[in-house]
Nanobody, 116 residues
């Protein structure tokens, strides 16, 4: 079974930056949408940003202008550049991908902690 592997999380001060990366653990074909979700303690998981194979992007209002999602189609990698981080961005960030059969793949999550 395909799993997604995230990296790049960590602890950063407010106003700082982090870059998350995600790649599948094995070769996989037919990925359409790829993106990032996050879940803060006591809250539901929410969409942060996603990107289609053609490069169309979608962002949560709370991260617009601060986060940028990008994608390497040749290697099925997706990235999330996070700038001007705020304490409320603290969460576990999960990578998600969808294939042409509408199957979902998820990563195990990477912790992002923003200190004030």
């Amino acid at each position: 079974q395909v799993q997604l592997v995230e990296s790049g999380g960590g602890l950063v001060q407010a106003g700082g930056s982090l870059r998350l990366s995600c790649a599948p653990s094995t070769n996989v074909l037919g990925l359409t949408s790829m993106g990032w979700h996050r879940q803060a303690p006591g809250k539901q998981r929410e969409l942060v940003a996603d990107i289609t194979r053609g490069g169309n992007t979608n962002y949560a209002d709370s991260v617009k202008g601060r986060f940028t999602i990008s994608r390497d189609n040749a290697n099925n990698r997706v990235y999330l550049q996070m700038n001007s981080l705020k304490p409320e961005d603290t969460a576990v960030y999960y990578c998600k991908a969808v294939n042409i059969r509408l199957n979902d793949y998820w990563g195990q999550g990477t912790q992002v902690t923003v200190s004030s």
